[in-house]
């Protein structure tokens, strides 16, 4: 069944509407940290970049200070490296609950095929696009990446959120729904669409004014009468159409949702988020306005400030203080010069003071070394730690809303493209599950690690001094062993299968007793040797 173009308008405008909660709030954060990617937001998120140029550079140049900029890509580039790193496998795929005790085969299925999707995203153009998006998300608190694919394998893109409006099909649930509205000119429809397919009034603007706009609206959806594996039968439907036209341009559908958007802080009842620079945008305000008038007073500081008396020969109005310059007056006390009743002193303490605050809430003086020195290990820990508790909540939700959707897309993608084989057959009918290993989620694991290894020594220490080897029989050495490579991010095929492990035990035990055996008999043979001798 073919799309109602003028429920998915309806649909728009509500959606539009909802968004005005936090829209100016997104547009103030984008000014006072980075003006030209919040452009945008002036138009209504449906001009073209070139025409927003202009007031992004104005909004730029108004920007007297940089510290909230540049905190905010630091910790956009904390929040890439700690949650997709590209050197480092972030995630592992593993078996779910079953009745299968034989699991070998699977994990080692899955293995590889976390190993494969992990080379596939970083292969492609992931790694710049997921730092914007990181960007976003430090600002506004939330970002739109589109996964999809091109001649070449897996293609991201970030939405601009200036033209993207969200919701939710479940209460509370993750954002499902995603309307973009996007500025074309007529020719760039004709060549996107084709020419039977848009509207006459664009093929008629491709052929006289070619550059003329064309709003293009793009509703993605959950399809409620989903029945197959055909494009307008997928369960999330995709539709393409002429905003003011109303004409279909294309309609098809995914069998993941290709959208992934995931929230820092969400507002109540809402579908949208705030940012960490939502936190430090009064600090960074109040800084801008501090440098403002401490630029003004430096300029009364350097080219001086005076006070002329208008005596009849000396006119303060037409006067002009310079070198090599004249001035007439009637007296030598005709024009003074004052002094500046401005502290600088207190203004650079304040300007320090907010400078500090704003790294602090953006972590920015945590992710990086004080005055260019470098840091301790334990430092080092200390600020992982701390990073961890703060970012850890954040985590959770980052998680659910944005690597497991990426990587569920990413299976599906390739999986359909055939590059995984045929599964084995111990995952018929079982659900596999998403491991994590990022930075921050080993950071978070490493709990546990510790507080093994303090229990271990702990055990050891008490067998040691009493003497009671029967309190080893509590803990088992063995299975925490492979627990402690679980959490550490060992990869699997670098840890020995159990009943290799067994057999190999087994083997060395048998080798042992004939080992023994063999040394009895010698002992008795010689024993008896040493009988008929005597």
């Not at 710049?128 to 070449?152: H, K, L, R, W």
């Not at 998680?399 to 590059?419: C, K, N, T």
């Not at 018929?428 to 709990?447: C, E, L, M, N």
């Not at 042992?512 to 063999?518: H, P, T, V, W």
Request: with cysteine.
């Amino acid at each position: 069944m073919a799309a109602d173009v003028a429920a998915l308008l309806r649909r728009l405008a509500a959606l539009k509407s909802k968004r005005t909660i936090v829209e100016n709030e997104w547009k103030k954060c984008y000014d006072y940290s980075m003006p030209m990617r919040g452009a945008l937001f002036s138009a209504g998120g449906t001009a073209g970049a070139d025409g927003n140029l202009s007031e992004g550079a104005s909004k730029k140049a108004d920007l007297l200070d940089s510290t909230a900029t540049d905190a905010v890509r630091i910790h956009a580039s904390a929040l890439m490296s700690g949650l997709t790193p590209a050197n480092s496998r972030w995630f592992g795929l593993d078996v779910g609950a079953g009745k299968n005790d034989d699991e070998d085969a699977a994990r080692k299925w899955l293995d590889e095929v976390a190993e494969s999707i992990w080379e596939q995203i970083h292969a492609s153009n992931f790694d710049a696009v997921g730092f914007d998006c990181c960007i976003d998300m430090t600002i506004a608190g939330q970002f739109a990446m589109f996964i999809g694919e091109n001649e070449t394998g897996l293609q991201f893109e970030q939405w601009p959120l200036a033209s993207c409006y969200f919701g939710a099909s479940t209460r509370g649930g993750a954002i499902d729904t995603v309307f973009r509205e996007v500025s074309m000119s007529a020719e760039q429809a004709v060549a996107e669409y084709g020419a039977n397919m848009v509207s006459e009034k664009t093929r008629e603007l491709a052929t006289m004014k070619p550059d003329e706009a064309v709003s293009v609206v793009w509703a993605i959806y959950p399809r409620k009468d989903a029945k197959g594996n055909q494009a307008k039968n997928m369960p999330i439907a995709s539709c393409h159409f002429e905003r003011d036209s109303k004409t279909i341009l294309r309609e098809s559908g995914y069998h993941e949702m290709p959208v992934v958007v995931p929230r820092w802080q969400v507002l109540p009842d809402s579908v949208y988020a705030l940012g960490p620079m939502h936190d430090a945008l009064p600090d960074a305000k109040t800084l801008n306005e501090v440098v403002r008038y401490v630029l003004a007073n430096a300029d009364m500081a350097i080219a001086g400030m005076w006070i002329a008396e208008d005596d009849g020969v000396l006119n303060p109005k037409t006067i002009r203080i310079g070198p090599r310059k004249v001035i007439v007056a009637n007296s030598v006390d005709s024009m003074k010069a004052l002094q500046p009743a401005s502290k600088f002193d207190i203004a650079v303490l304040e300007i320090d003071r907010l400078q500090r605050s704003i790294r602090k809430v953006l972590m920015a003086d945590q992710l990086t070394p004080k005055d260019g020195q470098a840091i301790t290990a334990t430092e080092a820990t200390i600020n992982v730690d701390l990073i961890r508790q703060q970012l850890g909540p954040m985590f959770g939700r980052m998680q659910s809303e944005y690597m497991a959707r990426m990587i569920d897309r990413v299976f599906g993608l390739m999986f359909r493209d055939g590059a995984f084989g045929n599964p084995p057959p111990e995952l018929a009918g079982r659900d596999f599950r998403t491991q994590y290993r990022s930075p921050i989620a080993r950071s978070q694991k490493a709990v546990d690690v510790a507080a093994m290894d303090r229990y271990e020594a702990a055990l050891v220490n008490e067998v040691a001094g009493t003497g009671k080897t029967e309190l080893l029989d509590n803990y088992d050495f063995n299975k925490a062993t492979r627990k402690r490579a679980e959490l550490l991010g060992v990869p699997a095929e670098l840890l020995v299968d159990q009943d290799d492990v067994d057999a190999t035990r087994e083997q060395r035990s048998q080798q042992q007793l004939a080992a023994q055996a063999q040394a009895m008999m010698a002992q008795a043979v010689g024993g008896a040797m040493g009988a008929q001798a005597a």
